[in-house]
């Protein structure tokens, strides 16, 4: 079959570009260090990667977020426990204020202890994380109690859903577990405060069993934020262990074998320079010298 | 006798001259694509009793491969087809799914993710610009993908009104070849030439709009006639972007003309592709939108507002973030009395993210698969137009190579010829030499 020179040039250009074309490709795949840069280099892998981000945002927010509010609890926790330390102290003056050898000087001093222990409870009770107000019920913004320990917060408690369901308390009932002026712990200790004030023993004896279950009301408190604090970790070990399996996934779903492309491109960069060394070769059309 | 010995050597002369000239203009036209190889067609010329008395030049002769002909400009509008069609297409990936910033599933997992740091700092006033920032970058996202989209489709059809110009050029350059042609095969002529130019429009005109040509030189595009004989018809365009439409005036009136093929049908293709994936797009973050608004309205902000949108979303035009958003009346709380700490219609409005069935296009797929969907399809089809143009290439070649060992010029085909030319030459020369000088001795002889 005769080959007509044209021929020879076009097919040549047209073999170039086709290596050229590959050669660029590789070099791409190489440069990002992924086999899939655009939808069109495999619309079944990007699609899936699309999703896959997704999830791995979605993880990591909620390793993020549950770092936050584990950070929260536990610091919240070491308030509860702190109020536990001062409610132990407020029986021990309880009971020493009780006991009838006690002088009435002694009770007055044994009264300012209380109101430390009271104004620690209601510090407590007031306790501020990342500025909102963690036993003020739905109302985050303002502090919960005053200083005589009256309660201006609500009765709810704000919870937050991770995405894999778990559930766990970002603010309590402060009422429920401290109680207020009137009521609760705030109210005995107030009320022993008062009775020690007033010399009057039957009185400070019969705030024994109040703080006996105030005791009890802010252990159970811290029981649940511990519950809380095991979920949260729970959280973040599961979400950790996805976060881990989602980008072990989209690498083998999207990541290049570096290898296999470092082969294949000096495989194509080879056959460029056959092609390039054919084109030079070209050049040299003997018959026309011997014409001339 | 030495008459007939110098016309026997005259017209050996004459046939070297001719084949020298057809030589000639292989030569010349070696790199020029649309030339066929000529060749001289001789005739042995009869003397008395028979015998051979020179030789006579019949006429130039071109190479045709017919089938071939019209395999190459189907394998040529193929090739421009897919060409106009996916380039268009490729660019658009970057809009989709750009290789640096934000695409639209990312914006939209951003905005959920915001709300879900809300829902745990429902009265934190970071957390509250964060989702404003969010739904303010998914809807900015939302509409240049879209302004893109629409611009990509515009751009892809925007060489039209030329390459419509350029169709009825060549149309009518076709035309007036066909006359000439007539003629000058009448008076007995090949044309050679004039086939081979008439050839190069029609290629043109496959390259440009897929059009096919049968022997005479009548042009169609999918049976739509465009050059009757010596009539070229006129193709007009008219509308605009995914619209776009073609039309060629009949003498009654004018006939659409529908799935053209070359530059001009890949062009319009493109267009209506990127369209249909800007309309996909569209109800995708409309979709996503109205569910976020829905959720919003069922809350309370900061200040005791309700019913207040996160997106305007108006049929038919891109959405955008309401105005009147702020960070205080973002609904996070899902009544008035939980204000301002409950973020539990902040975490309804983030667990949209795994809702199934937010688009009616994907009625079991979550907001990202639907995304995923999308981006997938439309990947999928860049990457056949990509394939098939491929293939269009190497079949193109492949035919171009085969034409061309019949078609084309041989340099080394032509120098050879050209040395057996001369050789003639000289040889016939001195054949008319040796005639001379036999008649002169015969004639100082007598």
Redesign the interface.
């Known amino acids: 079959m005769p080959i007509s020179d044209l021929s020879m040039y076009d097919s040549l250009s047209y073999s170039l570009d086709s290596v050229l074309n590959a050669l660029q490709q590789t070099e791409t795949q190489l440069g990002t260090g992924k086999r899939v840069n655009s939808p069109s280099d495999d619309p079944v892998a990007y699609g899936t990667s699309v999703v896959l981000n997704a999830q791995l945002s979605a993880a990591n927010n909620d390793v993020n977020l549950a770092q936050a509010i584990q950070g929260k609890l536990t610091t919240v926790s070491g308030q509860l426990s702190s109020a536990s330390t001062a409610i132990e102290t407020a029986i021990q003056v309880a009971t020493q204020g009780a006991d009838a050898s006690t002088s009435a000087t002694e009770m007055q001093t044994l009264a300012q202890q209380i109101g430390g222990v009271l104004d620690s409870v209601i510090s407590a009770a007031d306790t501020k994380y990342d500025g909102a107000y963690v036993f003020g019920g739905n109302q985050t913004l303002t502090a919960p109690y005053s200083a005589s320990g009256a309660y201006s917060g609500s009765s709810g408690s704000n919870t937050f859903t991770f995405m894999d369901g778990s559930r766990v308390h970002l603010t309590y009932d402060g009422q429920a577990i401290f109680g207020d002026s009137n009521s609760g712990l705030i109210g005995t200790l107030t009320a022993l405060q008062k009775a020690l004030n007033a010399g009057d023993q039957s009185a400070v004896s019969a705030t024994l069993s109040g703080l006996q279950t105030g005791l009890q009301q802010v252990a159970l408190a811290n029981a649940a934020m511990g519950a809380d604090l095991q979920t949260v970790s729970s959280v973040i070990s599961n979400q950790n262990t996805n976060v881990t399996n989602i980008q072990a996934t989209l690498s083998n779903i999207v990541d290049l074998d570096v290898a296999q492309a470092t082969s294949q491109e000096q495989a194509q960069s080879l056959q460029e320079q056959a092609l390039t060394s054919f084109a030079a070769g070209l050049q040299r059309v003997p018959l026309v010298d011997i014409i001339a | 006798m030495s008459l007939n010995l110098n016309a026997i050597g005259l017209s050996g002369i004459l046939a070297a001259e001719a084949e020298f000239a057809a030589t000639e203009s292989n030569l010349t036209n ?4 649309n030339y066929s ?1 000529e060749s001289v067609n001789l005739e042995t010329l009869a003397g008395a009793g028979g015998a051979g008395a020179g030789v006579s030049v019949l006429g130039v002769q071109r190479a045709d491969t017919p089938f071939l002909d019209s395999e190459i400009n189907q394998a040529n509008a193929s090739q421009s087809f897919y060409s106009a069609y996916s380039q268009p297409l ?1 660019a658009a ?2 809009i ?2 750009p ?1 640096s910033g934000t695409d639209l ?2 914006a ?3 905005l ?2 915001s709300f ?2 809300l ?7 970071s957390a509250r610009s964060s989702v404003l920032s969010a739904a303010a970058n998914f809807s900015q996202i939302a509409q240049s993908t879209s302004s893109d989209l629409s611009q990509a489709a515009e751009q892809s059809v925007a060489g039209i009104a030329t390459m419509v110009g350029q169709v009825n050029q060549d149309a009518q350059q076709v035309a007036q070849l066909n006359g000439q042609i007539i003629v000058e095969q009448a008076n007995g002529g090949s044309a050679p030439a004039l086939l081979d130019q008439r050839d190069a429009l029609v290629n043109d005109l496959a390259s440009l709009i897929g059009a096919s040509a049968d022997s005479n030189g009548n042009v169609s595009v999918n049976g739509t006639p465009l050059v009757s004989g010596t009539a070229a018809l006129t193709l007009s365009a008219s509308g605009s972007g995914a619209s776009s439409s073609l039309q060629i005036a009949l003498p009654q009136g004018t006939i659409q003309l529908s799935q053209p093929g070359g530059e001009i049908g890949g062009a319009l293709s493109a267009a209506a592709s990127l369209t249909s994936l800007q309309n996909s797009l569209n109800s995708f973050v409309t979709s996503v939108a109205n569910a976020v608004n829905a959720q919003q309205e069922a809350g309370y902000g900061l200040d005791g507002s309700t019913r207040v949108p996160i997106f305007e979303v108006t049929d038919g035009e891109p959405i955008a973030l309401n105005p009147a958003l702020n960070t205080q009346n973002i609904a996070a ?1 899902a009544s008035a ?8 219609n902040a ?1 309804a409005i983030a ?1 949209l ?2 809702a199934v069935g937010i688009d009616s296009s994907l009625p079991t797929g979550n907001a ?2 639907v ?3 999308i ?6 089809t ?2 056949t137009a ?1 394939n098939n143009q491929t293939q269009a ?1 190497a079949s193109l ?1 492949s035919l ?2 085969l034409q ?10 032509e ?2 010829n ?2 057996q030319y001369q050789n003639d030459l000289q040889a016939t020369t001195q054949a008319v030499q040796a005639a001379n000088n036999m008649v002169s001795y015969i004639i100082q002889e007598l």
């Open positions: 070696a790199s020029n694509p190889v490729q990936e970057n989709v799914a290789s599933g990312q939209v997992q951003t959920f993710d879900s740091n829902a745990a700092s429902p009265g934190d006033a709380a009395s939980g204000v301002p700490g409950d973020g539990s975490g667990a993210a795994s990202q698969q995304f995923a969907q981006t997938s399809q439309f990947g999928a860049v990457q990509q290439a070649n171009t190579t061309s060992s019949t078609t084309g010029v041989s340099l080394n085909a120098l050879t050209l040395i």
